[in-house]
């Protein structure tokens, strides 16, 4: 009698892919309990060792991406647009009035205040 080695093909590339889909499966329900790729961010910003791009005021902001601005009271600029707010920049030059505030900057490069 002959075999039928096609049967026997397919029943080992069938096992050899439930075996993936189960393995990548547990990797994906693992994947919440680890910590790998964890950020912590610090608010003290003279600790953090990221490089900023240096603006001397806040005007010099409009060469920015058009986006929501976060600007903290030590002149760091936080991109809000994104889930994780990274720092992106720091002014040098702030009054009060623009410390601890939200800014839009359009696709022009006009820099507004937003409400709150």
Do not use: C
């Not at 050899?16 to 309990?33: D, K, Q, R, Y």
């Not at 001397?56 to 903290?72: E, Q």
């Not at 889930?83 to 002014?91: L, M, N, R, W």
Request: glycine residues 6%.
């Amino acid at each position: 009698m002959i075999k039928n080695k096609r049967g026997e093909h397919f029943s080992l590339a069938l096992l050899v892919i439930i075996i993936s889909i189960a393995i990548f499966s547990i990797g994906f329900l693992s994947e919440n309990s680890s910590q790998t790729g964890l950020v912590v961010y610090d608010e003290d910003y003279a600790s953090m060792d990221i490089n900023l791009i240096i603006y001397d005021n806040l005007d010099s902001l409009s060469a920015l991406a058009a986006g929501n601005y976060y600007v903290d009271g030590n002149g760091i600029v936080y991109w809000i647009d994104d889930e994780s707010k990274p720092a992106i920049a720091k002014v040098n030059s702030l009054s009060e009035s623009q410390k601890n505030r939200r800014i839009f900057i359009d696709k022009e490069g006009n820099i507004g205040y937003l409400l709150e």
